[in-house]
């Protein structure tokens, strides 16, 4: 019961991380690039805190609302493929059985070390279709709070990473000022964002952080040529 408690904390635990990564790595971008963008237009800061703010809710709560109905639809599917699962076990419970071994065959189990185990998922039929469900069609039953945690996740990571950027502009007059101590400051976020997150998920960190930095940095660049071009 301990190690089953635990395994579902680490599942939680990642599902959490994951939408921390969503929330921030867009949290990031977008608002420093539409900042970047808006420097190269006009001089007037307050401008670009009204527009920076602005877009940080907006996004928080388009953000926010895509993770709740994405987890949604997550547990929609789940329970459609556990009520198919469940009318299988009942029509065709040979086929299912044939299904359990073939699985425990690939392990490398043999036909008599399956046996014991096959008799204990037939006198439990939820479990029989929740092993079905993880090892036949990889899903995990889900929490019943998780959309509201992962919209909630999502929308605060988003917030909390958006006003990084635009913190510059609240503090100094001159936006051109702004602009380079708002690139510094978010570059260097992005970094630190990009190292810690291809650590999470056991990638090359130095490798996760420089190709963090190269999006977030590129996207800003652009919005600022482009934004130059059109006042000009």
Known sequence: MQQEDQFKTHFTSGKIVK???IGMSDGLTV?????AGLSGAVSQTSIIII???AEIAAGSISMGLGGYLAAEHEAEHYYSEHEKELAHIKITPQQEEQEIVDIFKSYGLSKKEIDPIL??????????????????????KPDKARARKSGLTIALSY???GLIPLFPY?????SNIALIVSAIVTLLALAVFGYKKAKLIHGNPWQG??????IGGLAATVAYIIAKIISA
């Open 209 to 214: 952080a420089w190709r963090t930095l190269l």
């Open 170 to 174: 609240i503090l100094i007059k001159s």
């Open 51 to 53: 527009a920076g703010l």
């Open 159 to 161: 917030l909390v990473a």
């Open 19 to 21: 939408d921390i990564i």
């Open 119 to 140: 008799k204990k998922l037939k006198n439990n039929p939820e479990k029989w279709v929740e092993f079905m469900m993880q090892n036949e069609h990889n899903l995990d």
């Open 31 to 35: 608002p420093f690039a539409l900042a």
